[in-house]
């Protein structure tokens, strides 16, 4: 029998070892469907079925955990082997410091969940992050790398859009409960619109929703982590990103009442000089950086789209 394929393995090792489906799919960055289509796959080409389902859960079949058990081994195998390399070829390389900018909210929210792991692959690097927000504000004699929120062109640098920024509500579970719950965009009229700018963000969102604008808010923020804080207490609805309210929607600190969302008027680019760009750790980091992002905003509208089918606007 021809050996299956290694990914379903892997996919097969993490459901057999968490148990759900779910779980996996969050281990591996992909969909649940992704997930159960592999597992069929795996089951149909061994003519084996690995698993049986008790509640929620998935357990292993007697043949299943026969196969686990080589398939963990195997894996770690593998895992030792690549660390092994990865750590002789780290110590062969001579070690490396990036200076890299960011915006401190999505700094806090996105980037410090993520980037451990590409140190984990490029031991040579170091990194120091300092925090900047737009491109002015940067000071290139001591940033080799970027993201700043803003447009180009930047004549002189090198960009790439980091992130599209789609703003969405974004509010306490607990201004969904009661007689004044969010259901419906004219039911913002009840509730404090939160705001960092002038304003202009959520008077676009409105006017997309045919909602009037309600006036002046009783308060600005000009730090968009005060404005993140103050609708996790229940204070306000924020326009929000949803990269940079994926954990708290993870983690149910957040919601999103109305799914309707309206272009940003600048966006998040990675940025650096052109003379730069040709450096490979800069480069490999700049590569990580798109890459992760553009899987974190597949991960966010997966998991959008599943949640809100039927939500209005």
């Not at 955990?65 to 082997?81: C, F, K, N, T």
């Not at 690549?82 to 980037?111: H, K, N, Q, Y």
């Not at 790439?160 to 789609?166: A, C, D, I, P, S």
């Not at 149910?252 to 969302?261: D, E, F, I, K, T």
């Amino acid at each position: 029998m021809p050996l299956p394929p290694l990914h379903a393995l892997r996919v097969f090792e993490s459901v057999a070892r968490l148990g759900h489906v779910g779980a996996a799919a969050a281990e591996l960055h992909v969909t649940p469907g992704a997930i159960s289509q592999q597992l069929r796959s795996l089951q149909s080409t061994l003519k084996l079925a690995l698993f049986r389902r008790v509640g929620r859960r998935l357990v292993l079949t007697d043949d299943g955990l026969a196969l686990q058990r080589s398939v963990a081994q195997a894996l770690a195998e593998i895992a030792s082997g690549v660390d092994d390399l990865t750590r002789r070829v780290s110590a062969e390389r001579p070690e490396t410091l990036l200076t890299v900018g960011m915006p401190p909210v999505l700094g806090a929210t996105w980037f410090v969940a993520h980037v451990f792991g590409f140190l984990a692959d490029h031991r040579h690097i170091r990194l120091r992050v300092a925090t900047v927000i737009e491109f002015e504000q940067v000071d290139w004699r001591r940033i080799d790398v970027a993201v700043v929120y803003g447009n180009p062109p930047w004549p002189g640098f090198w960009w790439r859009l980091l992130h599209g920024v789609q703003l969405t509500p974004v509010c306490s579970p607990v201004l969904l409960r009661g007689p004044k719950g969010i259901r419906h965009p004219s039911d913002l009229s009840g509730h404090r619109l939160l705001h960092e700018d002038d304003g202009s963000e959520w008077r676009r969102w409105l006017a997309l929703a045919r909602v009037p604008y309600p006036g002046a808010a009783d308060v600005y923020f000009d730090d968009f982590g005060l404005v993140l804080q103050a609708a996790r207490d229940g204070q306000g609805v924020a326009l929000i990103d949803d990269v940079i309210s994926s954990r708290d929607l993870d983690e149910g600190r957040l919601v999103q009442p109305l799914s309707l969302s309206v272009p940003a008027a600048k966006n998040y680019h990675c940025v650096c000089s052109e003379e730069t760009l040709g450096n490979p750790e800069i480069g490999a980091f700049v590569d990580w950086l798109i890459a992760r992002a553009e899987e974190t905003q597949r991960r966010s509208g997966a998991k959008i789209q599943a949640a809100t089918p039927n939500s209005p606007l």
